[in-house]
């Protein structure tokens, strides 16, 4: 079975900008879950979709959001990029809540 | 509130055994897990355990309980310098289902 993927892995973009991450959970899996991990905050929840419904959200501000598709695909989206936003954003599926997460390789996002 | 803590580093030489230790507050958590994470990589999921569970061995590593204490960690034994990298130890939140993880510890292993 493959893995989580995402995409892209790596992207540059400057501040103000907008951007869209995407992440393709196991097959079958039908909950994502998305962590941003910095040197300084360690790894955060940031928000979980389950059957296309957000389920849970952190602790970040509006200009983060989610969605899920109905083959479970999902996206992110941060508005108004700040320097603060650099960091690496983690993807995880689970065949529904309660279950082992399985982490992507992450997206690494700098933002100049 | 729900917390994890781990300590940053540990430093050990090729062969001996490695114990990552890691305490958490939510007594109700149902799991408890080690992550991997290697330079540049996502998290790799190393192993977990039960909460009704003490101990649980899988091949090299041992994870070991103590639900009173709230008390976790992993032991590596026979440590190999590919085992370098930041171990996480998280738990499962019983409010939300979401995962609290520590700060990591970085394990550098010395040939």
């Known amino acids: 079975k493959a893995g989580v993927t995402q995409t892209p892995r790596y992207l540059i973009k400057t501040r103000g900008q907008q951007v869209t991450l995407s992440c393709s959970p196991i097959?079958?899996?039908?909950?994502v879950s998305w962590y941003q991990q910095t040197p300084g905050q360690g790894l955060q929840f940031l928000f979980e979709y389950f059957s296309e419904t957000q389920r849970n959200k952190g602790n970040f501000p509006g200009r983060f959001s989610g969605r899920q598709f109905s083959n479970s695909r999902s996206e992110m989206n941060v508005s108004t990029l700040e320097l603060g936003d650099s960091a690496l954003y983690l993807c995880?599926?689970?065949?529904?809540?309660?279950?082992?997460?399985?982490f992507g390789p992450g997206t690494r996002l700098l933002v100049l | 509130g729900e917390d994890v803590e781990q300590s940053l580093f540990l430093s050990v030489r090729e062969g001996d055994s490695s114990v990552i230790n890691c305490t958490y507050t939510d007594s109700s958590s149902t799991y408890l897990y080690w992550y991997k994470q290697e330079p540049g990589a996502g998290l790799q999921l190393l192993t977990y355990?039960?909460?009704?569970?003490d101990m649980k061995q899988d091949q090299r590593l041992t994870v070991l309980l103590n639900k009173k204490d709230k008390h976790l960690s992993l032991r590596i034994a026979d440590t190999q310098t590919g085992d370098s990298a930041i171990y996480f130890c998280?738990?499962?939140?019983?409010?939300?289902?979401?995962?609290?993880f520590g700060q990591g510890t970085t394990l550098q292993v010395k040939p």
């Open positions: 995880a599926s689970r065949a529904r809540p309660g279950e082992t997460q399985y």
């Open positions: 355990i039960f909460s009704n569970m």
């Open positions: 097959s079958g899996h039908r909950s």
């Open positions: 998280a738990e499962v939140s019983s409010n939300t289902g979401k995962l609290i």
